[in-house]
């Protein structure tokens, strides 16, 4: 007796582990339920708005004070007025180390040295060689409607705004806001410290920013006026979106019929909201949560992304500059340039070289500083350069691209080409980009920006190279994938409210 008894026991056992295991798999789909039935009601609504927003952005980008914005509202340089010459405009500014920008314009009718050095940017009078510590509010609005060619009527004086909340706009605060009174609606931001235009928005650009980059950043100032505030913002916000987003798709598939096929049926269960919710998940859920998950990888959280950079000492490294710093830029030299037209005239170094590099709307020509002589670059100089960037290192490849490729191409702001792509053997895998008509550094990229590319820009932006070229293409993708998700967040919106209403799902 005894011995069956306990022979009994022992065949029990498997039972009792399948029964665990039973009760384990059900508890557990029963949490996976729990889990996107709640986050869905809580983050749909949050959905639906991040995809109409990222469809207006398709068309409407935020507004940006760019280069070329700067080059075309300039006027020519006015070189009979310069005075001042380089080497004793950067001594006057008071900056230590090597400029990372160093150029000469207009400000209003006077000639002027912006310098940025150590991330302060200073500006030089480029007729009395006095550093312009600040402007007063009439001045610049003298000096804007010169340019302009009328009087301005509004303007203020603001910290800040919806347009300059974030911090690249300290160094020149506070700002004078001036209304041109145009057509477009234009508003120009001039920082009180060095006169020059840091921005600009028109009327369209704040509208549709309203419905698009301004919502989908969470980029409303009380929040975007705080770094951390913002980031930490925009990944918890996204963080249970993805997770409910994941948990569908698993819901989905188990919710799956596929008996009911034989039968003439439908796939699913569900009817109505629910049937379109469910059938939406399953051809949308995958590009939802990704798209999800990338738009969260844009802040990089928890350092994911290591966000290499040059340093100060691979730039001065790569410019070879003199100590002190010098360019030789003499009188003459300003006058044997042909830098008549020019709107700016850039200062830097290259391998120890002193260069100029003219600028206006349609050309850009590049001259030796100390001679005023046009001269270029070769490409074996240019690579001994990048060499003194990663001595360590050896570059394994250097190739003047013509085309763009995957890693290299233009999307909201153009790239230059032909671009020389320089490879390093280095453990990250450092891939260097000169611009070979002027010797400068236009990017780095490494194998964690090249992860980067691929699971944050492509999967929520789909930029690549021949689809950009094929803009109409693109846009109908984008469409096509944010219908899908919109229809599995507005039916997850209705579900959602229902679930309240009701207290579980119908």
């Avoid at 390093?424 to 780095?444: R, V």
Wanted: net charge positive; charged share 20%; with cysteine.
């Amino acid at each position: 007796m005894g011995g069956r008894a306990t022979l009994g026991a022992f065949h029990s056992l498997p039972d009792r582990r399948d029964s665990w295991l039973r009760r384990a798999v059900k508890a557990g789909k029963r949490w996976l339920f729990y889990t996107h039935r709640w986050l869905g009601v809580a983050t749909c609504l949050l959905s639906v708005m991040w995809f109409v927003s990222g469809l207006v952005m398709l068309y409407v980008q935020f507004p940006a004070w760019t280069d070329r914005d700067r080059i075309t509202f300039l006027p020519p340089i006015d070189l009979a007025h310069v005075k001042v010459l380089p080497d004793a405009a950067l001594a006057a500014s008071g900056l230590s180390g090597l400029p990372s920008v160093f150029r000469l314009e207009m400000d209003g009718d006077e000639p002027v040295y912006r310098i940025i050095a150590g991330g302060k940017p200073v500006t030089v009078s480029g007729v009395t060689g006095s550093v312009v510590a600040g402007i007063s509010e009439r001045d610049a609005r003298r000096r804007i409607a010169a340019i302009v060619g009328h009087d301005i009527n509004e303007a203020a004086e603001v910290d800040g705004d919806q347009w300059t909340v974030t911090r690249r706009f300290n160094p020149y605060r506070p700002l004078y806001k001036f209304d041109l009174g145009d057509d477009a609606g234009t508003v120009l931001y001039v920082s009180s410290k060095s006169g020059e235009v840091v921005q600009d928005t028109t009327r369209v650009e704040r509208f549709w920013n309203w419905l698009g980059a301004i919502p989908h950043w969470i980029y409303f100032t009380p929040i975007r006026k705080d770094q951390e505030v913002w980031r930490q913002s925009v990944m918890w916000l996204s963080g249970p979106l993805i997770i409910g987003a994941s948990a569908g798709l698993w819901v989905g598939l188990l919710r799956l019929r596929p008996s009911r096929m034989k039968a003439g049926k439908s796939i699913t269960p569900h009817r109505g909201w629910m049937k379109w919710h469910h059938i939406g998940g399953l051809i949308g859920g995958l590009f939802l949560a990704g798209w999800i998950f990338s738009g969260w990888l844009s802040v990089n959280p928890f350092g994911l992304f290591a966000r290499t950079q040059l340093t100060e000492g691979q730039r001065a490294a790569y410019a070879g500059a003199p100590s002190p710093l010098r360019l030789g830029v003499t009188r003459r030299a300003l006058g044997d340039a042909k830098l008549a037209g020019a709107k700016e005239i850039s200062f830097y170094w290259v391998a120890g070289r002193p260069l100029m590099l003219a600028r206006s709307e349609r050309s850009a020509a590049l001259y030796s500083a100390d001679s005023g002589k046009p001269t270029g670059l070769s490409t074996r100089v240019l690579r001994e350069a990048a060499q003194t960037i990663m001595p360590a290192a050896s570059i394994v490849a250097a190739d003047v691209l013509t085309r763009e490729h995957v890693y290299w191409y233009s999307h909201h702001r153009k790239r230059p080409l032909p671009i020389l792509e320089v490879v390093f053997d280095d453990p990250n895998g450092t891939w260097l980009y000169i611009d070979p008509a002027t010797g400068e550094l236009a990017g780095l990229i490494d194998r964690s920006a090249r992860a980067n590319r691929w699971l944050y820009k492509f999967l929520h932006d789909y930029d690549l190279p021949v689809l950009l070229r094929n803009q109409p293409a693109r846009d109908g993708l984008v469409w096509l994938l944010s219908i899908a998700g919109l229809i599995i967040s507005i039916s997850g919106v209705v579900v959602g409210w229902r679930t309240l209403k009701r207290g579980k799902f119908p």
